[in-house]
């Protein structure tokens, strides 16, 4: 092992040149070990994006020595592995080591998850991506090569990173998205951009799709955490309290006192009983918005049967349950905006907003 | 048959029956409370109902269609009920919201409560 180079001025403010630089390294400690093994790219592939995924958190100077690390311990993955592939062709279940075994399953589920996901992108996505963050390809010099702007490259970059992250969860869980609806919602989740998942209305998909509702945790997990938008799930009659409750909460820190409060309550808990009496299950949303004005917006979607009459629905006394009709009606005398769709067979949602300045 | 002592307490002042709602119900709950002051009403031969609803912060139509409803059923049992403590907020969200109490006699708070039920009692009227 020779002894770290001295630093090089990095070309990229990322430092991506810095992880590329490791390369030759890489591959003269896999030859090293595994010769000339089909597997050899494989690995030194597999280390560079390990490392890349972890260079927020390594202490500089410390890059190479982690990247050492990492490769022996991709390598003993690989070995171990295959040695226990060959030891379980004649036993089923070796008692020896289970925690061990369960691990590394999961370790090479992982690195099979990358190749896939990588495979995935498109050619030339893949190409950009590799020679940015692999080969260490400062966006300027991406850029000149396309007769683009950095700033272009860069956003590109940052889509193919969030498709990346849909193909390696997809790959990871085995699924195929079962709705052409499901990687535009996907990816608008992974990307953590509020405009695209409006236009493609992923809160309601994520009702409806069970797939992208189980896939939805880890995509959104990265994002950072959102402090100005609750969704409450709608089931039972707590979660009508437990919504206004929220809604309250929510709407008291951003500026909202007194009978404003309290009729954005009243409303959101008309609009749950709603979902929990029409449609059993669904959900409510509530977002602060800054735009045009300071407000907040309630949406409140289910997946039930839907209204049929929606005119008939917005009069005051009509209801199917219980002889009382006010709940639509009289939430849209408490907000200031309010919205309705309905689709029989696939569901209702009701949007309405309230602006901050207007004393009521 | 118990609301659970957090939710809402029903105290026997003579023949009044004060009822004291001490958090936000959900609707179950709100039904049970409903039930368990009509059973009390029948069984203490209650002549007045005052229920305190100062700790709402939210009365949607379901809560006030409840309240109604144990309105109804106490007078056709032969007692009075007045509904107290209705927060200013609250009152303001009901107009807006299309729901009144109706027939139903309301009260500032407890004290004006008993004295609305006082007076009934001494002028030998039995309505609301
Ligand atoms: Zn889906």
Redesign the interface.
Known sequence: MTPAPAREEPEDADGAAHVADLMPMLRRIVAARVGQHPAAEDIVQETLLRVLTAEDRIEPGMLEPYAITTVRNVIATMWRKQDRDARNQHRVHDPSEPEDAEELVVASEEQSAISVALSRLADRERQILLAHEVSGRATQSLADETGSTAGAVAAQLKRTRARMRVEYVLALEGVEPPTDRCRPVLLALSSADRRRQREVDAPRHLLECEVCARLSEPLMGRGPVRTDEIHVPIGADPDIVAARQAARELASRAGFTGTDLTMLATAVSEVARNIVRFASSGEVSIELLDRPRAGIRVVARDTGPGIGDLDRALEDGFSTYNGLGLGLPGSRRLMDEFDITSEPGQGTTVSMTKWIDRKG | MNSGPALVSILRQGDTLVASVHT??????MVRFQNDLVRQIGEYRARGVIIDVAAL??????AS?TLQTIADIARLRGAVTVIVGI????A???V????GMGEVATALDLEEGMAHLAGLRGSGARRE
């Open positions: 936000a119900l959900d609707d179950s709950e912060d939210v009365i949607d139509s379901f269609r927060q200013p907020e609250v303001f969200a009901m807006r919201l299309g729901m």
